[in-house]
Nanobody
Framework: VQLQASGGGLVQAGGSLRLSCAAS????????MGWFRQAPGKERDIVAT????????LYAASVKGRFTISRDNAKNTVYLQMNSLKPEDTAVYYC??????????????WGQGTQVTVSS
């Protein structure tokens, strides 16, 4: 599985961005997908995860109510809609795919990351 993340950029606080992660491979629809982020000097943290069917999602407490993860299995793409962005959301965002069943026990494939910068 190869993953290509896109959609990052510079936005003012309170604004919105939508990240996309295009996946190759025939197993996409059965893969649990996740979005992670890593701010400078910090560890990589989970942001949101979604089951293969899209019926189950989990969010980090810090983004719940502001971010929405979704997927389109026909397009082999997972999305992260980010609203009400805050400066503390500034990070490199990564998408990842897991071959485990729900809930994911680890992620096996990673995209290259896309920078999100939120100005105050």
């Amino acid at each position: 599985v190869q993953l290509q993340a896109s959609g990052g950029g510079l936005v003012q606080a309170g604004g919105s961005l939508r990240l996309s992660c295009a996946a190759s491979g025939r197993t996409f629809s059965s893969s649990v997908m996740g979005w992670f982020r890593q701010a400078p000097g910090k560890e990589r943290d989970i942001v949101a995860t979604i089951s293969g069917s899209g019926g189950r999602v989990l969010y980090a407490a810090s983004v719940k109510g502001r971010f929405t993860i979704s997927r389109d299995n026909a397009k082999n793409t997972v999305y992260l809609q980010m609203n009400s962005l805050k400066p503390e959301d500034t990070a490199v965002y990564y998408c990842a795919a897991s071959t485990s069943t729900w809930p994911p026990k680890g992620y096996d494939y990673w995209g290259q990351g896309t920078q999100v910068t939120v100005s105050s």
